[in-house]
């Protein structure tokens, strides 16, 4: 449902998705029913790119934070964007019903909301909320250190050319996670801010919560920030074993190249027919001339070796 609400004895949960224009009933029903909020507040619910954010206000909290999500089909992690509209009494909750980890939290607070309180506040529901978005992180910094060891073993089995394309993936989503991620430690710390001002009850157990969030917001980090080093010493690891072998392939070339070049250059000196010329009319002139050639790309060879360019 695009609108859908939750009431508990302690507050409400209004969850909206779909709000994708200015015009759509998600927004006229923030407008009607919570004419206080905020012309901008609201206008950022609608918007695309945004950044995460606390704006506190007297009467409520507007909250914005961005997730990851994994786009199977192109394999890139894309951001989320959920909003939250914190009250003393309300919590709106407004996405793009792509984390369906916030939509089966919705339905349990739904179906706990019937016979319990299922939450002391709405804002450690928030939290608690938070926290379960951030778990749903950890299976896709699993499956990047997975990519990650998948890379190291094939570079060194041959396979550099093709995992040039497997690296450039890699760290592109490392690169957008850390992106989406960047911001989010310093506003969740932010949250003890709406905590004061909307002077909500249990702040000593809102803090302690709090403190084990942003401690999984840094684990986060942490490991993105270990897999932006590893993503990047593979990159280079990778194009110095494309290097070696092309460097292999040239002296290769060069090698041929030079011995051709030489055998042609004997071949035109006996082939000009002057007074003279070494065997021009012998019986078994194009034998002895063919036991020069051989006898001259040997030595060209055994000199390349020898002097380790081979």
């Known amino acids: 449902m695009p609108i859908a609400e939750a ?8 969850n909206l998705t779909g709000a994708t224009a200015d015009d759509t009933p998600e927004i006229q029903y923030l407008r009607e029913h919570f004419p206080y909020f905020s012309a901008l507040d609201i206008k950022d ?7 995460p954010k606390l704006e506190v206000y007297d009467r409520y909290a ?8 994994y786009n199977r089909q192109t394999r890139e992690i894309e951001s989320s964007e959920i909003d939250f509209f914190i009250g003393k009494d309300f919590l709106i909750t407004i996405h793009d019903n792509k984390r369906h980890v916030l939509e089966e939290t919705f ?13 002391p506040d709405v804002l450690l529901t928030v ?11 950890f299976p896709m910094l699993d499956h990047i250190s997975l990519d990650l060891h998948a890379i190291e073993r094939l570079i060194f089995r041959d396979k550099q050319k093709e995992m040039v394309e497997e690296i450039l993936v890699t760290r592109r989503n490392i690169v957008d996670f850390r992106k989406i991620m960047q911001a989010q ?5 932010k949250l003890t801010l709406a905590q004061r001002v909307l002077n909500l009850p249990n702040a000593e157990h809102v803090n302690n919560v709090l403190s084990n ?31 070696y072998r092309l460097n292999d392939v040239m002296k290769t070339y060069t090698t041929i190249s030079v011995v051709i070049f030489t055998l042609t250059l004997i071949t035109t000196i006996f082939a000009a027919r002057l007074p003279h010329t070494p065997l021009v009319g012998t019986a078994y002139g194009f034998y002895s001339l063919l036991g020069i050639l051989v006898g001259v790309s040997v030595m060209a060879v055994g000199l390349f070796k020898w002097k380790r360019w081979l």
Not at 7 to 14: D, G, H, N
Not at 62 to 69: K, Q
Not at 107 to 119: G, V
Not at 127 to 137: E, F, T
């Open 127 to 137: 939290i608690g909320l938070i926290n379960r978005l951030l778990g749903a992180c």
């Open 45 to 51: 619910c609608v918007s695309t790119g945004q950044r």
């Open 185 to 189: 430690k310093n506003t969740i710390k």
């Open 213 to 243: 969030t942003v401690e999984r917001s840094k684990e986060i980090w942490d490991n993105l920030e270990a897999f932006k080093e590893a993503v990047e010493a593979l990159q280079e690891t990778n194009e110095s074993l494309i290097s």
């Open 62 to 69: 507007f909250l914005v934070l961005m997730f990851p999500i």
């Open 107 to 119: 339905k349990e607070f739904h179906a706990q909301a019937k016979s319990t309180n299922p939450s």
């Open 7 to 14: 009431s508990a004895p302690s507050f409400r949960w209004i």
